[in-house]
């Protein structure tokens, strides 16, 4: 299971999200991204802040793409800004920061009053209700550096900027009252469903809200009336704007909370808000190849509460127990992370929140009864392609979710194999993603290998054998064009976008796939095709060896076939599958080799460590070194460590954001992201 975690954090790489920020960083912390997570919990609810060459400021908007927020506090009568932009209050300074599997915490001064600032997005591996509920909790602390007491007043809004990439679109609004909460919402006047402007879906409702606490007030309107009302009297009208207008009239249309803390050296109870991105149905889902009929699914939260208020309610009043439980998860992935190396329980940290970015939906039967066996899983591509459970992509968060929750990786793996399973899927290889095109036909290797492994990957950490059982044929099918198709391939790609001809790390992917089918068959008791699948493996690997392996003193794996050039190599982050499964395949004496190898090229290797391919120009691929890292693990701790080092050290480059956040594809040497748009996913 220690190699199953090594990669938990590849996921951090495929979901990269433009933000900016202003306050300022004397961080406490060695690790220090330029992008910090702030609400991570859906596909349309990732907001990020900057923090480039170590500013000391958040005093810019943190957001997903275009969306803002803003905070301020007034201590005895002056307004202090700590999160946003262009506001009326004085600029704060960041004294530390932290990022934890599920937390960013900062801790900003303000005068003479310490703000303790905690983005909170729940992690709930035990409880799909509370893991499907597209929320986040804002919490705020203050302390009296000086002895003396203050009076202190929180400030916090939102902009309808959260509801449409199109700031000219009329939204309409609400504030909800009840004697134990207030909520704001907000959506477009004509929403259009399943449509999205700049990565917004412009079918969402964005809420925010808090329990009722003594001295709370509230108000919905111009963002800089509100604004400048808080800076003047520290409170709001408890009114609500009803002239529904664009998102940007006025400057923004926003939602705001006030609260009075009153007079003290320590206010140690936090002041909590909860925000949320609603979409109800969030997907149209077909389950049939070449069919017409959709499915409109639903989160799967809406099982357990008839309202969107009795949600909110829940989620509110369930803060304290959050905190315990995330403790709890925490310590448990952190101590295993930092039994690795600290540069590795960073980089989980950084990483834990966005795999898990799912929609998790459940679907109704005609008389609107919910059907538990029917829960699948839709992942994103928050990037250029904005794909639906992109296999690639999928595989590279599988070590999270076997981590976590094995069933989890199921319930994402389930639409895949369902649609490709009906009788209008004709292909003899499995799809990239839900939906196939005929220009993709060039990366069909490497997702059946990826599938094969996935679902092996399921079924062995989870207990559960339902869709190796349910799905034997069409994983047999893929097994055997993997047979034929392997070791020999032209005209394919592999994950990191390379065209070469038999490509070495490509092979033993398909080659791992047909072992995996090996073992699927034995647990399904096909014991004649388990014995030929067994058979089928160890001779294509046998025919690999020969072929891949160089013949010189270090014997390592060759790029391609017979590439011989001294200067050629690749990661071969494709053998992960072998360690982390133990599926047999590959001989120790290989991964010793490599992993002497790997440490050789490290001591000429960029600052941010190894290309991923001799032929990549320079371009270095996290993901996909940590992958190499896990592979080698059981083989040299030390060239593991080397490997993930590489990656921190990218991570933690503060010095630019023009080089990029955090891209899942940079230059070794310098860092920066490849092309526009390189740090998402592709």
Same mark, same amino acid.
């Given at each position: ?39 991570? *919990? ?124 199109? *700031? ?286 996935? @679902? ?103 790029? @391609? ?38 440490? @050789? ?82």
């Amino acid at each position: 299971m220690l190699n199953a975690f090594l990669s938990l954090p590849l996921v951090l790489l495929f979901t990269i999200f433009a933000s900016r920020v202003d306050s300022q960083f004397i961080s406490a912390q060695n690790f220090l991204p330029v992008s910090y997570p702030l609400a991570v *919990r859906s596909p349309y609810l990732n907001a990020w802040i900057d923090t480039p060459d170590r500013t000391t400021s958040l005093n810019v908007w943190p957001t997903h793409w275009d969306n803002n927020n803003v905070g301020f506090a007034r201590i005895d009568g002056v307004a202090w800004q700590w999160m946003g932009e262009g506001g009326p209050g004085n600029t704060t300074t960041v004294l530390t920061s932290e990022i934890t599997p599920t937390q960013s915490r900062f801790s900003v001064l303000a005068g003479s009053v310490v703000l303790n600032i905690t983005f909170f997005s729940p992690i709930e591996p035990l409880d799909l209700v509370k893991q499907s509920f597209p929320f986040v909790y804002l919490s705020v602390e203050a302390t009296s550096i000086d002895g003396n007491e203050h009076d202190v007043q929180l400030y916090s809004d939102i902009t309808a900027e959260w509801i449409s990439g199109d *700031r000219t679109k009329v939204a309409v609004w609400q504030t909800v009252v009840s004697s134990t909460d207030v909520y704001h919402q907000a959506s477009l006047q004509n929403p259009e469903p399943m449509t999205e402007i700049t990565n917004i879906a412009e079918d969402s409702t964005v809420y925010y809200s808090m329990q009722t606490v003594s001295k709370m007030t509230y108000q919905s309107g111009i963002s800089g009336t509100m604004r400048s009302q808080f800076g003047s009297t520290g409170s709001l009208s408890d009114t609500q704007d009803n002239t529904f207008q664009a998102i940007n009239a006025g400057g923004f249309i926003a939602f705001a909370f006030a609260v009075d803390l009153g007079s003290s050296t320590s206010f140690t109870t936090p002041t909590v808000w909860a925000l949320g991105i609603v979409r109800d149905p969030v997907i149209q889902y077909v389950p049939q190849a070449g069919s017409s009929q959709s499915q409109n699914r639903r989160s799967y939260f809406w099982t357990q509460f008839s309202s969107i208020g009795n949600a909110i309610s829940a989620f509110l009043s369930d803060y304290t127990d959050a905190v315990q439980r995330a403790t709890a998860l925490e310590q448990r992935i952190t101590s295993a992370a930092q039994s690795i190396s600290t540069d590795f329980a960073d980089l989980v940290s950084f990483g834990a929140r966005q795999a898990l970015t799912s929609d998790i939906t459940i679907s109704q039967d005609s008389n609107g009864a919910w059907n538990y066996s029917d829960v699948l899983a839709f992942q994103r591509d928050t990037g250029k392609s904005r794909r639906v459970n992109a296999v690639e992509t999928l595989y590279a968060t599988m070590p999270v979710h076997l981590y976590l929750n094995a069933s989890w990786l199921g319930m994402h793996l389930q639409p895949l194999l369902q649609y490709q399973d009906s009788s209008g899927y004709q292909n003899g290889f499995a799809s990239p993603d839900l939906g196939m095109y005929s220009g993709l036909t060039e990366i069909h290797l490497r997702s059946t290998g990826n599938m094969l492994i996935m @679902t092996w990957a399921h079924a062995r950490m989870s207990g559960d054998g339902t869709l190796i059982k349910r799905y034997y044929d069409l994983l047999k099918r893929w097994t055997n064009f993997l047979v034929t198709n392997s070791l020999l391939q032209n005209n394919q790609i592999s994950a990191d976008g390379l065209q070469n001809v038999n490509m070495t790390n490509l092979a033993i992917k398909g080659i791992l796939g047909v072992a995996a089918m090996a073992q699927i068959s034995s647990a399904t008791g096909e014991d004649a095709d388990a014995q030929a699948f067994k058979a089928n493996a160890s001779a294509l690997y046998q025919t690999w060896k020969s072929l891949a392996l160089s013949s010189s003193n270090s014997g390592h794996l060759l790029p @391609t076939y017979g590439n011989t050039a001294a200067s050629g190599y690749a990661l071969m982050y494709n053998m992960y599958p072998d360690n982390l499964l133990g599926l047999g395949v590959i001989e120790e004496s290989v991964y010793e080799a490599q992993a002497a190898y790997y440490s @050789t090229l490290a001591q000429s290797a960029g600052q941010f460590g190894l290309t991923f391919d001799t032929s990549s120009n320079g371009e270095a691929n996290s993901a996909w070194t940590l992958f190499t890292a896990g592979s080698i693990a059981n083989s040299s701790t030390g060239t593991r460590n080397e490997l993930v080092s590489m990656v921190y050290a990218r991570a933690n480059s503060n010095a630019s954001t023009s080089v990029g956040s955090f891209p899942t594809y940079y230059n070794d040497t310098t860092g920066a992201s490849p092309t526009p748009g390189g740090g998402q996913a592709r």
